[in-house]
């Protein structure tokens, strides 16, 4: 097994053959990042019947929405610090543990007030949770398939919205928005999945000198693989270089030391521009349907359809991602979105909303799966976590200023002009990634960070 690199432990699971072991654990990281994403598809289906309840103006329906983002810039920067020191696994659990709770609190919620609260706390917990799944899985699969594992996990967030519009569609029929939270709270049980299904990263072990655990991590893992596939493992390669941390510098002050600085700052812009779009347009489009003239339940059903596109959006993404790269596929996504947000924005009638609807859909969700691909190589071992994480948060102030910026200009700019400011956004994003970034195309992680 090459006993002289056995304490490579980047460079053992870099050479494993991809099979069922490493897509077991993928399935079950799957399951849990679509429970968890759904809480933010319900937005998108109840904010109107909220307001009715609740009586607030276009203004206080844009701060519903962005206090989730607020929480969830919070708590992808504090689990992605917290991820790196302690481990990805117990941030993981504990964030699954806050937005089911969360949930409940919301079903329950008796005034605005409490709605916001619980509001907070859910998009704490959701955007914790969301760093962890991607750290994890980067550090999982070897260098030639975890661009398309990663785009495929990803994959799992418009599955999220379609099952959230299903929930909302048929619940919102017969019973009040508060039960399609309590359907949701339920999700939350996958949390003994990662309790008892899903190993700690090994390489994570190894960044904080756990040498032992990586290794007992990785045997299992080694043993399983040859139990499946009936061959000998490749020789172990010869380390790239050692991932613990002994510059005694914190983790976020290492995201700008001069050889990741601009990785950093390509990468918070480019979340941001992304995050800043989508959600700011995505919030509101079903209650633009609804101020067009179309019923709460009409609304939810004609946005579900238009959200059936997403699937073979990050299908396309996931197969091309390998082909052509990341910042090539990055750009073209970005561009082709903004193209059909603007498009969206011009429709008069019903068959153009729905035709550039779909395909505003199919490039803004399958570009999802690009950027937490990218996001997740850029960074070392050492500080993926607290990178994840702080890229997600300059994502998640994009998301947290939009819906809200978008309520205040609508009565400005109209509708047209909400898509033509979000297509704006997303060739910003899109330039800077193509002309600032890194292509991380078939390199090792460990050979990512000397580029």
């Given at each position: 097994m090459g006993e002289r690199f056995e304490n490579n432990i980047a460079g053992r699971l870099d050479r494993l053959p991809l099979c069922s072991v490493q897509w077991k654990l993928w399935l079950l990281h799957e399951i849990c990042w679509i429970l968890g994403s759904v809480g933010l598809g319900t937005a998108t289906f109840v904010l109107a019947s909220i307001g009715n309840e609740f009586t607030f103006t276009s203004t206080s329906k844009g701060l519903v929405a962005s206090s989730t983002?607020?929480?969830?810039?919070?708590?992808?920067?504090?689990?992605?610090?917290?991820?790196?020191?302690?481990?990805?696994?117990?941030?993981l659990v504990i964030s699954i543990f806050i937005w089911s709770l969360a949930s409940l609190g919301l079903a329950w919620s008796p005034n605005i007030t409490f709605f916001w609260i619980f509001r907070f706390f859910l998009g704490l917990g959701m955007g914790a949770q969301f760093p962890m799944t991607q750290s994890m899985l980067s550090e999982l699969f070897p260098a030639n398939s975890r661009g398309r594992?990663?785009?495929?996990?990803?994959?799992?967030?418009?599955l999220a919205c379609i099952l959230a519009g299903l929930i909302s569609w048929v619940a919102l029929m017969y019973v009040d928005w508060r039960y399609v939270f309590l359907i949701q709270a339920l999700g939350g049980l996958c949390v003994f999945?990662?309790?008892?299904?899903?190993?700690?990263?090994?390489?994570?072990?190894?960044?904080?000198?756990?040498?032992?655990?990586?290794?007992?991590?990785?045997?299992?893992?080694?043993?399983?693989?040859?139990?499946?596939?009936?061959?000998?493992?490749?020789?172990?390669?010869?380390?790239?270089?050692?991932e613990r941390d002994y510059s005694g510098k914190s983790k976020l002050a290492q995201l700008f030391e001069p050889d990741q600085i601009k990785k950093t700052l390509t990468l918070w812009t480019l979340w941001f521009c992304v995050l800043f779009g989508f959600y700011g347009l995505n919030t509101w489009i079903s209650a633009l349907l609804v101020n067009a003239g179309f019923s709460v339940v009409k609304s939810s059903g004609f946005v579900l359809l238009m959200y059936l596109p997403a699937i073979p959006g990050y299908l396309c993404a996931t197969y091309f991602v390998e082909i052509f790269g990341r910042k090539k596929m990055i750009f073209s996504y970005l561009i082709l979105a903004a193209v059909f947000c603007y498009f969206y924005g011009q429709s008069q009638t019903l068959t153009e909303l729905f035709v550039f609807g779909c395909c505003m859909q199919f490039f803004m969700f399958g570009m999802w799966s690009l950027i937490?691909?990218?996001?997740?190589?850029?960074?070392?071992?050492?500080?993926?976590?607290?990178?994840?994480?702080?890229?997600?948060?300059?994502?998640?102030?994009?998301?947290?200023?939009?819906?809200?910026?978008?309520?205040?200009?609508?009565?400005?700019?109209?509708?047209?002009?909400?898509?033509?400011?979000?297509?704006?956004?997303?060739?910003?994003?899109?330039?800077?990634?193509?002309?600032?970034?890194?292509?991380?195309?078939?390199?090792?992680?460990?050979?990512?960070?000397?580029?």
């Open positions: 983002y607020l929480g969830m810039f919070f708590g992808a920067s504090l689990s992605g610090y917290l991820g790196d020191k302690f481990g990805r696994k117990k941030m594992a990663i785009c495929l996990m990803e994959g799992g967030f418009p999945m990662v309790i008892y299904k899903i190993p700690e990263s090994a390489r994570w072990h190894e960044s904080v000198g756990q040498l032992d655990k990586a290794k007992a991590i990785v045997e299992t893992m080694e043993a399983q693989v040859i139990k499946v596939t009936g061959k000998p493992l490749p020789a172990i390669p010869e380390p790239i270089v050692d937490y691909t990218y996001a997740s190589e850029v960074f070392p071992t050492r500080i993926r976590s607290t990178g994840c994480g702080t890229t997600s948060s300059a994502g998640r102030m994009g998301s947290l200023i939009a819906p809200t910026l978008f309520g205040l200009l609508l009565p400005y700019i109209g509708n047209s002009g909400l898509f033509n400011l979000g297509a704006a956004i997303f060739i910003i994003g899109g330039t800077v990634t193509l002309i600032f970034g890194v292509e991380t195309k078939g390199k090792r992680l460990e050979e990512i960070r000397n580029l």
